[in-house]
């Protein structure tokens, strides 16, 4: 089946410490996103790539880093940087601009930092 | 700047009773306003997308049209496993390709 796998489900942090959390998808999309979802809040777009070793600043990249060296993969690091991390993290696929531009999400990793 | 405003917050259904979600929409030139549900603690699930206003959308119960300022998701006869919170989200001609903007979504809550 295709689809997007985003692991762990759940994870745990000290505080002042980096945290990778990982996105994969085989939906041969060339487009990947983070966002960041808090409750009441609508989705925040983090960072977002449309090619491989490519990718943009969302509206709330500070204290975030992304990498994009394979199509498949889109892994998010949270750094200390962040002053508030804990959140529900979102990672998102779509095909290129031959598309409209359709988003497909995956299950989500809920991050909590103490 | 892109701005999404869905109401209402929240909204409580009879099974059966029939209802409307709002999202209203300030964007420069829409290029696709997209519909989307997302169930507790899981990622959002992709239902719709429209691209001009007039244009409707159906599954199952759910109906979604366009206007040139908003948009609405009919729900008709409503089942309890219709519970979800349902986002809005746009992206128009002038925004980087890719980015969506999103609404905070209507938490629709159907009983038995």
């Known amino acids: 089946d295709g689809g997007i796998t985003q692991s762990p489900k759940y994870l745990f942090r000290k505080e002042g410490q980096n945290v990778t959390l990982s996105c994969e998808q085989n939906?041969?999309?060339?487009?990947m996103y983070w966002y960041r979802q808090d409750p009441g809040q609508g989705l925040r777009l983090i960072y977002y790539?449309?090619?491989?070793?490519?990718?943009q600043k969302g509206d709330i990249a500070e204290g975030y880093s992304v990498s994009r060296e394979k199509k498949e993969s889109f892994p998010l690091t949270v750094t200390s940087a962040q002053k508030n991390p804990t959140a529900f993290y979102l990672c998102?696929?779509?095909?290129?601009?031959?598309?409209?531009?359709?988003?497909?999400f995956g299950p989500g990793t809920r991050l909590t930092v103490t | 700047e892109d701005q999404v405003t869905q109401s209402p917050e929240a909204l409580r259904l009879q099974e059966g009773e029939s209802s409307s979600l709002n999202c209203s929409y300030t964007v420069s030139g829409l290029r696709g306003l997209f519909w989307y549900r997302q169930d507790p603690g899981k990622g959002p699930e992709f239902l719709f997308t429209?691209?001009?206003a007039g244009e409707e959308k159906e599954k199952e119960r759910l109906k979604a049209t366009l206007t040139k300022k908003e948009s609405f998701l009919h729900i008709t006869a409503p089942k309890p496993e219709d519970s979800a919170t349902y986002l809005c989200a746009v992206t128009g001609f002038a925004d980087s390709w890719g980015k969506l903007q999103f609404g905070a979504g209507t938490q629709v809550v159907v009983t038995p």
């Open positions: 429209l691209y001009s």
């Open positions: 998102a696929s779509s095909k290129e601009r031959t598309s409209r531009n359709e988003q497909y």
């Open positions: 790539s449309q090619i491989v070793n490519d990718f």
């Open positions: 939906l041969n999309h060339d487009a």
